[in-house]
């Protein structure tokens, strides 16, 4: 059953506070993203992972770090929630080629107050 | 700046009427173009991907075509019913590997009535 799974799937959290997003993937894919969507805007990539401790920055990784400590998991955290990450976040998986289908899961709604 | 632009930006359509979505894009190289469908409140889901210098696919009612010469990609969906209201993103990456960049447009949102 190929899926990519995200929890929580709503969130509301406290400026200053910290934040866990989780992402889990049931394909054996190397290649994990962790991408952000505002309105008006395309998604914008966070961090890619291509496989277990070889996580890379993308285009916008201020304020966020991740974690991937098995190839099915891969975690975004938000230390210090500001009210600019306010933001609906999309994981998604892929095997090395990207040219392959690509999965996303359903998305986190995040709200930080 | 923008690489991918997406036009237009919102569409109603009757249920029954075709409709085409436009991609433009500067993204260099291309390797690939991928039209994806975004159910509101959802992840997005793979329509389509086309690769070749000149490429056309089809999928159901829904069919696209690029040309990397001109940098241009539509997405034609025929037949539109209600559950085709979405919106539907242009997405190019300019490798094959995962080394490379998905580049997203801002999306197309198609509102079909009855």
């Known amino acids: 059953d190929m899926k990519v799974t995200q929890m929580p799937r709503y969130l509301i959290k406290r400026m200053g506070e910290n934040v866990l997003l989780e992402c889990g993937q049931d394909m054996s894919h190397e290649t994990m993203y962790w991408y952000r969507q505002d309105p008006g805007l395309g998604l914008q990539l966070i961090y890619i992972s291509y496989d277990v401790d070889s996580n890379s920055e993308g285009d916008i990784p201020k304020g966020y770090r991740v974690s991937r400590k098995k190839r099915e998991h891969f975690s975004l955290i938000l230390d210090s929630a500001k009210t600019n990450q306010t933001s609906v976040y999309f994981c998604?998986?892929?095997?090395?080629?990207?040219?392959?289908?690509?999965?996303f899961g359903k998305g986190t709604r995040l709200t930080v107050v | 700046k923008t690489q991918v632009e997406q036009s237009p930006q919102s569409l109603v359509v009757r249920q029954g009427e075709n409709c085409v979505l436009q991609c433009n894009y500067s993204v260099t190289p291309d390797n690939h173009l991928r039209w994806f469908k975004q159910d509101t409140g959802k992840g997005l889901v793979s329509l389509t991907v086309l690769v070749d210098q000149k490429d056309k696919t089809s999928n159901g009612r829904y069919s696209a075509t690029l040309d990397k010469d001109a940098k241009h990609s539509t997405l034609h969906i025929t037949a539109t019913l209600l559950d085709d209201t979405a919106t539907y993103i242009c997405?190019?990456?300019?490798?094959?590997?995962?080394?490379?960049?998905?580049?997203f447009g801002a999306g197309t949102q198609l509102i079909v009535i009855p």
């Open positions: 997405v190019v990456g300019d490798r094959g590997s995962a080394l490379g960049r998905l580049h």
């Open positions: 998604a998986s892929s095997f090395r080629q990207s040219n392959t289908e690509v999965f």
